[in-house]
C-alpha cells in the first residue's frame, strides 16, 4: 500500500494525458480504458462512466464519486489536488472551465513543495495506522531523488519547473508534503476491470490503493450526515454552456463537502499515468 513509508518513497511519479477524450478508443475492457472515457469538453466531467464507486472491504459500505479531468500538462497531480481543496472548500465550481489561474497556482503549488522538501529539519507524517509513520523531509528528498537517478538539486529544480517545460510529474513524495501542508488526508484510487453490470449500467469500479495521512488528517465533517451537506454543491451547465456542449442534457449532481481528497491514478497508456479528481456524491444520484 501506499501508505508504507517504503512504498510512498517509491510511488512513481503521474505523467499526463490530454483533458479531451484520445482516439481512437481501445475496448473498455483493455487495461488502458481511461482512454475510451467520454468527458465534457467545457467542464471536464466525465459523462461515460458517469460515476464511480468505491467499497470499502471490511464494512461493505460503498462511496460513490463524480469524476472531473484536469489537464494533461504535466501538472495533472497538482491540478488534481488544487481543484479537490478549492472545490471542497467551496471556492470553485464543479463545472468551471480549467483557468489559467489554476495553472499559475499549480506552478507556485510545486514551489511550496519544493521549498518543504528541502528544510533541513521538516518532519512529514506519513499515516498513523497500523502505528504512527514519520519520515524526515531530507530523507524522503534523498531518496526521491536517487529514485530519478538526480543529484538533490537537480530534483528539487525539476519540481519547481511546469511539466510541459521538463518538470517533474508528481508522485509519492510531493503527495505525501501536499497531506501535511493542507493538513488533509489524501485517498489514491486506481481503476479495477469493468463487470458486465458496470458497463451496462455506466459506472466505474475503483480501488483504494493507499491513502497519505491515514488516521491523522481525519474529515471534520465524516459524522454529519448527508442529508444535511448534500446540497452543498450542485453543478450543471447553463443554456449558453450548454448549447456550446456535445451533451444532450446537463448533469446536475449533489456533492458532499469532503475534507478528504481522493484522486484517481489510471493508466492512460504505455508507462503513462493521469490523475484526475473524485468529487464524492450521494448516493441519490445512482439510485442506491
Same mark, same amino acid.
Given at each position: 500500500l501506499l501508505v508504507a513509508l517504503l512504498s510512498v518513497l517509491q510511488f512513481p511519479s503521474v505523467a499526463s494525458l490530454s483533458m479531451a477524450s484520445p482516439s481512437?478508443?481501445? +475496448?473498455?475492457?483493455?487495461?488502458?480504458? =481511461?482512454?475510451?472515457? @467520454?468527458? &465534457?469538453?467545457? /467542464? %471536464?466531467?466525465?459523462?461515460?462512466?458517469?460515476? =464511480?464507486q468505491f467499497s470499502e472491504e471490511d464494512t461493505k459500505d460503498t462511496q460513490y464519486f463524480v469524476m472531473r479531468n484536469v489537464p494533461g500538462d504535466g501538472d495533472c497531480v497538482f491540478h488534481a489536488v488544487l481543484s479537490s481543496v478549492f472545490i471542497s472548500m467551496g471556492m470553485?465550481? +464543479?463545472?468551471?472551465?480549467?483557468?489559467? /489561474?489554476?495553472? *499559475?497556482?499549480?506552478? @507556485?503549488?510545486?514551489? #511550496?513543495?519544493?521549498?518543504? !522538501? *528541502?528544510?533541513? @529539519? %521538516?518532519?512529514?507524517?506519513?499515516?498513523?495506522? +497500523? /502505528?504512527?509513520?514519520i519520515v524526515r523531509c531530507r530523507d524522503l528528498l534523498k531518496s526521491a531523488a536517487q529514485n530519478e537517478g538526480m543529484t538533490i538539486e537537480d530534483y528539487l529544480s525539476k519540481l519547481r519547473q511546469p511539466g510541459k517545460l521538463g518538470g517533474l510529474y508528481g508522485g509519492g513524495p510531493e503527495l505525501t508534503v501536499l497531506s501535511n501542508l493542507l493538513r488533509r488526508p489524501i485517498s489514491i484510487y486506481d481503476l479495477k476491470q469493468p463487470t458486465a453490470e458496470a458497463l451496462s449500467e455506466n459506472y466505474g469500479e475503483i480501488e483504494r490503493m493507499g #491513502?497519505?495521512? @491515514? %488516521? !491523522? =488528517?481525519? &474529515?471534520? %465533517?465524516?459524522?454529519?450526515? &448527508?442529508s444535511v451537506i448534500s446540497n452543498a454543491v450542485f453543478f450543471t451547465l447553463d443554456s449558453r454552456a450548454m448549447q456550446?456542449?456535445?451533451? !444532450?442534457?446537463?448533469?446536475?449532481t449533489p456533492l458532499k463537502c469532503s475534507w478528504h481528497l481522493h484522486i484517481l491514478i489510471a493508466d492512460a497508456g504505455e508507462n503513462e499515468k493521469h490523475a484526475t479528481v473524485l468529487l464524492p456524491s450521494v448516493p441519490i444520484l445512482h439510485n442506491k
Amino acid at each position: 500500500l501506499l501508505v508504507a513509508l517504503l512504498s510512498v518513497l517509491q510511488f512513481p511519479s503521474v505523467a499526463s494525458l490530454s483533458m479531451a477524450s484520445p482516439s481512437p478508443s481501445p +475496448p473498455p475492457s483493455s487495461k488502458y480504458r =481511461f482512454r475510451s472515457f @467520454e468527458f &465534457d469538453s467545457l /467542464t %471536464g466531467i466525465c459523462r461515460r462512466p458517469s460515476s =464511480f464507486q468505491f467499497s470499502e472491504e471490511d464494512t461493505k459500505d460503498t462511496q460513490y464519486f463524480v469524476m472531473r479531468n484536469v489537464p494533461g500538462d504535466g501538472d495533472c497531480v497538482f491540478h488534481a489536488v488544487l481543484s479537490s481543496v478549492f472545490i471542497s472548500m467551496g471556492m470553485l465550481n +464543479p463545472d468551471s472551465a480549467f483557468s489559467s /489561474t489554476m495553472s *499559475s497556482m499549480a506552478l @507556485e503549488m510545486r514551489s #511550496v513543495v519544493a521549498n518543504y !522538501l *528541502s528544510s533541513p @529539519e %521538516g518532519i512529514l507524517y506519513v499515516n498513523n495506522k +497500523p /502505528t504512527k509513520r514519520i519520515v524526515r523531509c531530507r530523507d524522503l528528498l534523498k531518496s526521491a531523488a536517487q529514485n530519478e537517478g538526480m543529484t538533490i538539486e537537480d530534483y528539487l529544480s525539476k519540481l519547481r519547473q511546469p511539466g510541459k517545460l521538463g518538470g517533474l510529474y508528481g508522485g509519492g513524495p510531493e503527495l505525501t508534503v501536499l497531506s501535511n501542508l493542507l493538513r488533509r488526508p489524501i485517498s489514491i484510487y486506481d481503476l479495477k476491470q469493468p463487470t458486465a453490470e458496470a458497463l451496462s449500467e455506466n459506472y466505474g469500479e475503483i480501488e483504494r490503493m493507499g #491513502v497519505f495521512g @491515514e %488516521g !491523522l =488528517f481525519e &474529515d471534520p %465533517g465524516r459524522s454529519v450526515p &448527508d442529508s444535511v451537506i448534500s446540497n452543498a454543491v450542485f453543478f450543471t451547465l447553463d443554456s449558453r454552456a450548454m448549447q456550446q456542449s456535445k451533451q !444532450l442534457s446537463p448533469l446536475s449532481t449533489p456533492l458532499k463537502c469532503s475534507w478528504h481528497l481522493h484522486i484517481l491514478i489510471a493508466d492512460a497508456g504505455e508507462n503513462e499515468k493521469h490523475a484526475t479528481v473524485l468529487l464524492p456524491s450521494v448516493p441519490i444520484l445512482h439510485n442506491k
